[in-house]
């Protein structure tokens, strides 16, 4: 997160025998005389009797849920289920219930003779803001992604987060049929560099350069950013136009010409407090000397990243988050129409941002508008945990636009 530096001043930067537990014992009469055969029968014996109803409370409701279930399938047979039912066959029971409906041989062929998969439904709310796409929706018919410039995607996380972050939209995005790369920066996720020993925005992002740079002649890809890996996805457009079919900036710094993501964090005036109870500067250089590096209170991180995610995904990230490298979120970008302006961007706003407020992310767009804005309602800073399904119908969508 580069975004934690909103009011920052130098001066307030401070022999052995194995088991198998799941050995089958031999029931024969040629079973040695060691008393397994008959240990094993009182077992089952044992087993058998475990199971009679005592209680007869316990009798009694297991007869009438029984009676419930034989009538509920006989008016279901006949047909007449839809009548007044009156009796225990109307009752409902209070549970989640999933139907999977049956196809004939197992495969269905709709009226244009295309084969269909097996449909399932569930009666457990879901969310409406980011519905679980169908079965068939994340299945590639042939020819479907077709004449597309591209399909190969490369998600470029944000500050003190990794590729690890992307696992949903990985998977989505594979099973859908693209090409997904996810990169590492300089410092960040499993990159064995020191974070602290990054000094400049041409070093943090050289994972993402090494990676465009290795590319084939007339390859491309769709680049991804989230937060400060806007102000990434940016440096590396600017190198790399021609390799670059749409940029996507999601929640991000999409920055003009010469100017830094300090001076867009610096703007910002609706999470300031939250930024400045949440950063911890690290001086690995000695205290007279700048930051290296901005560290994140783990007590903060849910409020301010991920108000809205799982919490086993904020669990992920509590273990995983590394500090944030100071020195490139000083650095102005130089930001050319030829090259860096030649490349489409779209930029999907989070409305539910405590780290990027959507006001932020709306001045952005307006000082340098992208070709199309997107919103997420209900995303917060981190949409690859908190929508992920919306997410990535953005993605497939932006990926057609011809």
């Known amino acids: 997160m580069g975004n934690l530096c909103t009011c920052l001043s130098y001066h307030d930067i401070n022999n052995k025998q194995q088991t198998n537990p799941k050995r089958l014992y031999c029931r024969s009469s040629s079973a040695p005389a060691s008393g397994i055969s008959n240990r094993w029968s009182r077992i089952r014996s044992s087993r058998r009797d475990s199971f009679k109803f005592e209680d007869p409370v316990l009798h009694q409701q297991a007869i009438a849920a029984a009676a419930i279930i034989i009538q509920q399938h006989q008016q279901n047979g006949s047909g007449s289920g839809s009548g ?52 068939h929706q994340l299945v590639t018919q042939d020819g479907a992604l077709d004449g597309l410039e591209t399909r190969h995607f490369v998600l470029v996380h944000g500050g003190g987060f990794g590729a690890w972050c992307w696992y949903k939209s990985i998977a989505l995005l594979e099973e859908s049929g693209y090409k997904v790369t996810a990169i590492d920066l300089m410092g960040s996720g499993i990159h064995s560099s020191d974070t602290n020993a990054v000094t400049s925005l041409s070093q943090y992002v050289n994972p993402l350069v090494d990676f465009l740079d290795k590319l084939a002649d007339g390859e491309k890809v769709i680049l991804v950013g989230h937060d400060f890996g806007g102000a990434c996805i940016s440096y590396a457009m600017e190198l790399f136009p021609s390799k670059v079919s749409k940029a996507i900036f999601i929640a991000a710094t999409m920055l003009t010409d010469g100017q830094s993501a300090l001076e867009i964090f610096s703007q910002q005036v609706d999470c300031k407090d939250l930024m400045q109870q949440a950063q911890i500067f690290v001086y690995a250089n000695g205290n007279n000397n700048p930051p290296t590096a901005i560290d994140l209170n783990k007590s903060l991180l849910k409020e301010l990243l991920f108000n809205q995610s799982p919490t086993k995904d904020v669990a992920l990230a509590s273990v995983s988050m590394r500090a944030i490298p100071f020195a490139p979120v000083l650095e102005k970008l130089c930001l050319s129409d030829d090259k860096y302006g030649s490349v489409r961007r779209f930029y999907i ?17 307006k000082a340098a508008p992208p070709q199309q804005i997107f919103r997420l309602r209900g995303a917060d800073h981190s949409p690859f945990f908190s929508k992920p399904q919306a997410l990535h119908r953005y993605f497939v969508e932006i990926s057609k636009i011809p």
């Open 349 to 365: 706003e989070t409305t539910e941002d405590n780290a990027i407020p959507i006001s932020s992310q709306e001045q952005m767009s």
């Open 84 to 135: 007044s039912g009156s009796g225990v066959g109307s009752l409902g029971f209070d549970r989640s219930t999933s139907l999977r409906y049956p196809l004939s041989n197992g495969v269905s062929k709709s009226k244009n003779g295309v084969n269909t998969l097996p449909r399932s439904s569930s009666s457990r709310a879901r969310s409406l803001t980011d519905p679980l796409l169908k079965p």
